[in-house]
T-cell receptor, first 113, second 112 residues
Framework: DAGVTQSPTHLIKTRGQHVTLRCSPISGHKSVSWYQQVLGQGPQFIFQYYEKEERGRGNFPDRFSARQFPNYSSELNVNALLLGDSALYLC????????????FGDGTRLSIL | SQQGEEDPQALSIQEGENATMNCSYKTSINNLQWYRQNSGRGLVHLILIRSNEREKHSGRLRVTLDTSKKSSSLLITASRAADTASYFCATDLIQGAQKLVFGQGTRLTINP
């Protein structure tokens, strides 16, 4: 079975641009979460979506937004990119029930010039 | 702010030795999870331990949880070169969202 897939794997943008990152969850998983991992740090929670509804939002500015589609895939959008947005963006899926693990994709490496 | 703190930040041992990593956290949790991350890759789920459990095993991995001390440990026995990676603990807080709060990780190096 396919794991969590993310696209693109790498992306280079300049300050002020916007970016859209995509995630396909494991088949049967209804929950998708997004995390930002800056080099040398642990991942930081950005959003969780379950059944197309936002369930949680981390401490990120409104430049960050996301949505989940009827097939449970998800997009993360970031507007007005800043140098500090350079990071590995990780998507994780789960069945959405309590006490279930999250399964991560390999991430999108975003570099802002 | 980080909920979990791993200790040590870096650990280097010889192949075949055991590796122990510790994690402390600050608030009540629903469960605690350990993940492994190879350089530049995604996180691989290792073990989930619920707040009402004290110990769990999976192959060469042993995880303990002490909710009174708000701490957990991950033991890897008979380490192999392939175990070289960063290890993170993540707490799933008692909230509506399935939000994992990660520590900064322990960088484990296994020397052949």
């Amino acid at each position: 079975d396919a794991g969590v897939t993310q696209s693109p794997t790498h992306l280079i943008k300049t300050r002020g641009q916007h970016v859209t990152l995509r995630c396909s969850p494991i088949s049967g998983h209804k929950s998708v979460s997004w995390y930002q991992q800056v080099l040398g740090q642990g991942p930081q929670f950005i959003f969780q979506y379950y059944e197309k509804e936002e369930r949680g939002r981390g401490n990120f500015p409104d430049r960050f937004s996301a949505r989940q589609f009827p097939n449970y895939s998800s997009e993360l959008n970031v507007n007005a990119l800043l140098l500090g947005d350079s990071a590995l963006y990780l998507c994780a899926s789960s069945v959405g029930q309590s006490n279930q693990p999250q399964h991560f994709g390999d991430g999108t490496r975003l570099s802002i010039l | 702010s980080q909920q979990g703190e791993e200790d040590p930040q870096a650990l280097s041992i010889q192949e075949g030795e055991n590796a122990t990593m510790n994690c402390s956290y600050k608030t009540s949790i629903n469960n605690l999870q350990w993940y492994r991350q190879n350089s530049g890759r995604g996180l691989v789920h290792l073990i989930l331990i619920r707040s009402n459990e004290r110990e769990k095993h999976s192959g060469r991995l042993r995880v303990t949880l002490d909710t009174s001390k708000k701490s957990s440990s991950l033991l890897i026995t008979a380490s192999r070169a392939a175990d070289t990676a960063s290890y993170f603990c993540a707490t799933d807080l008692i909230q509506g969202a399935q939000k994992l709060v990660f520590g900064q990780g322990t960088r484990l190096t296994i020397n052949p």
